[in-house]
Each structure stands twice: as structure tokens, then as C-alpha cells.
Nanobody
Framework: QVQLVESGGGLVQAGGSLRLSCVASGRTSTKYGMGWFRQAPGKEREFVAAITKNDVTHYEDSVKGRFTISRENARNTVSLQMSNLKPEDTAVYHC??????????????????WGQGTQVTVSS
């Protein structure tokens, strides 16, 4: 089994920055792709960013140029640096471990393990 724990959420004003971190523990001897998804109240969980096991990055269009996903060590710890935050970025952000086909790197269905999430609130 794999456990994922996110940290770094909080309240920030529009235009500000936050850095989220996700640490994977358990069955992490293999390098996996990892992703970030977010879920706002009343909305479905949506893709934000991902990094493949070969360190190729992918982003949802609305966060391109503002968010950066990176791997903090050789294995399964990732960060999401968020800059120029907007009120519409407010959501619970979840880290996930990619266990499916590379074709599903931007889809919830490609992820087999999820963290509990961390709240990000951007005030206007």
C-alpha cells in the first residue's frame, strides 16, 4: 500500500503564492508518475498538473505559466509551486500516484492512490 500526505495549503490573497508538497510512503521503491487534482465545492475533481515517471510535466490550461510541478527527490515526493493565484483556484488540492497507462496521466482514472487533500483558499 501507498500513503500520500499533502501539506502547504492555506489562505492567500489573489496574486500571491503557495507551495504544496506531497510525500508518498509505503510501496515507493519504484519511481511513479504523480499528479495534483483539485475539487471546488459543488464541482467534480479536476486535473491540475502531473509529472510522469520520466519527469515529463503536464498542466491544465488555466494553470500553465502559473503553476509548476516538480519532483523533490529521485522518487515519489512532489511539489506544486503556485504563483499569481486567483480566487477560482480555491479548492481542496489532492496529490495522487499514477498507476495506470500513460494515456491516462491527466485523468483521475489513471491514479490508484490519493491523499486526503489540503485546502487552498484565494481571497479577492
Amino acid at each position: 500500500q501507498v500513503q500520500l500526505v499533502e501539506s502547504g495549503g492555506g489562505l492567500v490573497q489573489a496574486g500571491g503564492s503557495l507551495r504544496l508538497s506531497c510525500v508518498a510512503s509505503g510501496r515507493t521503491s519504484t519511481k511513479y508518475g504523480m499528479g495534483w487534482f483539485r475539487q471546488a465545492p459543488g464541482k467534480e475533481r479536476e486535473f491540475v498538473a502531473a509529472i510522469t515517471k520520466n519527469d515529463v510535466t503536464h498542466y491544465e490550461d488555466s494553470v500553465k505559466g502559473r503553476f509548476t510541478i516538480s519532483r523533490e527527490n529521485a522518487r515519489n515526493t512532489v511539489s506544486l509551486q503556485m504563483s499569481n493565484l486567483k480566487p477560482e483556484d480555491t479548492a481542496v488540492y489532492h496529490c495522487a500516484l499514477h498507476t495506470g497507462s500513460l494515456l491516462w496521466i491527466m485523468d483521475r482514472g489513471g491514479y490508484g492512490y490519493w491523499g486526503q487533500g489540503t485546502q487552498v483558499t484565494v481571497s479577492s
